[in-house]
C-alpha cells in the first residue's frame, strides 16, 4: 500500500514553454501532498504543500505564478513549471501524507520527473 | 522556519566498520525525524524514523538517537555493506503541517 506515482518520469521542453507534472496516490487518498525541488547532488528542497480543494502553501523564495499547483481531488496533485527556462532543469519529486493513523507523519515518495529544458 | 544540518556531507567506511551521520534542527515544535536513503535517480526510501517521545530506535543494523534537548539526531549503521552506499538525508517535520524540511545529505561510500 501507500503507492505514488508520477507522470511523466522524464521531460524534455524548450525554453519557454510549460511543462505539467502529475503526481497521484493509487492506494489511497492524500488530502495533503508535497512538492520538491532537488538539483544534482544536492538536497531535497521543498517547494510548497498542495492541500485538496484549497490553494498551495509556498514556500519563501518559491515563485507561484510560476511553478502552478493544483490539487483538484484527494488522489492528483498537479505542478506546472510555466514558461520554463533551462534553470527550471532538476529533479522534480511529489510525497504525499499517510493517511494511516499508525504511520503519522510519514510521507510517501513519487519517483521524480526529470525536467530538462534547452 | 525549520534549518537543518547534516554531516558529514561525504563518508568513506571500510566494509564491516560503522557509519555515523549526523544532523541538527533548529524548530523546537519539529517531532518526527526519519531518515531517507537515495540511490542516483531514484526516490528517498524511507530507512527508519523516529518520533520526539523516544530517544532511541533500532532496526537490525540500524539505529537512530534523538536528543531533544540538544536538537541533535543521528544515524548509527553497523556492519555496513557495499549495498549500503548511498546518500542519505534526515529530515525534520511538526504535526503542524508536517513539511519536511531536509538535511544536506551524506554520501556513504563501503569500501569492500
Known amino acids: 500500500g501507500a503507492v505514488v506515482s508520477q507522470h511523466p518520469s522524464r521531460v524534455i521542453c524548450k525554453s519557454g514553454t510549460s511543462v505539467k507534472i502529475e503526481c497521484r496516490s493509487l492506494?489511497?487518498?492524500?488530502?495533503?501532498m508535497f512538492w520538491y525541488r532537488q538539483f544534482p547532488k544536492q538536497s531535497l528542497m521543498l517547494m510548497a504543500t498542495?492541500?485538496?480543494?484549497?490553494?498551495?502553501?509556498?514556500e519563501q523564495g518559491v515563485e507561484k505564478d510560476k511553478f502552478l499547483i493544483n490539487h483538484a481531488s484527494l488522489t492528483l496533485s498537479t505542478l506546472t513549471v510555466t514558461s520554463a527556462h533551462p534553470e527550471d532543469s532538476s529533479f522534480y519529486i511529489c510525497?504525499?501524507?499517510?493517511?494511516?493513523?499508525?504511520?503519522?507523519?510519514?510521507?510517501?515518495f513519487g519517483p521524480g520527473t526529470r525536467l530538462t529544458v534547452l | 522556519g525549520e534549518n537543518v544540518e547534516q554531516h558529514p556531507s561525504t563518508l568513506s567506511v571500510q566494509e564491516g566498520d560503522s557509519a555515523v551521520i549526523k544532523c541538527t534542527y533548529s524548530?523546537?515544535?519539529?517531532?518526527?525525524f526519519p531518515w531517507y536513503k537515495q540511490e542516483l535517480g531514484k526516490r528517498p526510501q524511507l530507512i527508519i524514523d523516529?518520533?520526539?517521545?523516544?530517544g532511541e530506535k533500532k532496526d537490525q543494523r540500524i539505529a537512530v538517537t534523538l536528543n531533544k534537548t540538544a536538537k541533535h539526531f543521528s544515524l548509527h549503521i553497523t556492519e555496513t555493506q557495499p549495498e549500503d552506499s548511498a546518500v542519505y538525508f534526515c529530515?525534520?517535520?511538526?504535526?503542524?503541517?508536517?513539511?519536511?524540511?531536509f538535511g544536506t545529505g551524506t554520501s556513504l561510500t563501503v569500501i569492500p
Open positions: 510525497s504525499a501524507d499517510s493517511s494511516n493513523p499508525s504511520s503519522y507523519n510519514e510521507q510517501f
Open positions: 492506494d489511497f487518498q492524500a488530502t495533503t
Open positions: 498542495s492541500n485538496e480543494g484549497s490553494k498551495a502553501t509556498y
Open positions: 524548530d523546537s515544535a519539529s517531532n518526527y
Open positions: 523516529i518520533r520526539s517521545n523516544v
Open positions: 529530515a525534520a517535520s511538526s504535526d503542524t503541517g508536517n513539511q519536511f524540511y
